[in-house]
């Protein structure tokens, strides 16, 4: 496997990403958020692609470790989800927290009484019957109606492939013959995923 599709594997996943902007994102703006990354990706998979194709592995490999670098310094400056904060009862930091994600002059109270009365709620279910509580959860229709489709969704997307795929395309191309060279196949495909995901 060249270098190439071995960056593009590597870039594909983010699993930390989604629970901090559903912690993070106001209700309004957060399905927005959520699917924006698969945008995102599609831009990193097309930028990692096409200096694969312009540039030796060697120089490729130094550029693609900026921006992780970038993100690990990022990642300090970020405070902890209040949601988090509060579920270690850490009611001052969250406050913080929730007041930097939407400004300074954004009231937060609101917002920030609904997040203490959630967690008040589940804490209260959770001392008394902790267990028949998550059972009833589990079993109720708001939990199985979205885990379903999110569910079915989800398995349908890792069943098609895709990971795989984006990491041996480079390979695809080149046994498939074409008179196209693969790492222009490359990024034709890239350009073509980023129309499809800003579409989405």
């Not at 990403?17 to 559903?22: E, G, L, Q």
């Not at 945008?39 to 930028?47: Q, S």
């Not at 009231?107 to 203490?116: A, K, R």
């Not at 990491?167 to 046994?175: G, K, M, Q, R, S």
């Amino acid at each position: 496997m060249n270098f190439q599709n071995f960056s593009a594997a590597v870039l594909s996943y983010g699993p930390a990403v989604t629970p901090y902007i559903s912690e993070t994102a106001h209700p309004k703006i957060r399905g927005i958020l959520v699917t924006l990354r698969s945008f995102v990706l599609a831009i990193g998979l097309l930028t990692t692609w096409t200096l694969g194709y312009f540039l030796p592995w060697r120089i490729h490999a130094y550029i693609l470790t900026i921006p992780p670098i970038i993100l690990i310094i990022l990642l300090f400056l970020l405070p902890e989800t209040p949601y988090w904060l509060i579920e270690h009862n850490n009611i001052k930091a969250a406050r913080q927290s929730l007041q930097f994600f939407r400004g300074e002059k954004y009231d937060i109270s609101e917002e920030f009484n609904e997040i203490q009365q959630k967690h008040e709620i589940k804490t209260t279910h959770n001392k008394e019957q902790p267990w028949k509580f998550v059972l009833k959860r589990i079993c109720s229709s708001a939990f199985l109606k979205p885990f379903t489709c999110v569910g079915i969704l989800y398995s349908l997307a890792a069943w098609s492939g895709f990971s795989p795929l984006v990491t041996y395309t480079f390979e695809i191309l080149d046994a498939a013959g074409t008179s196209i060279e693969p790492g222009i196949g490359l990024i034709i495909i890239g350009s073509i995923r980023i129309v499809f995901a800003g579409t989405y």
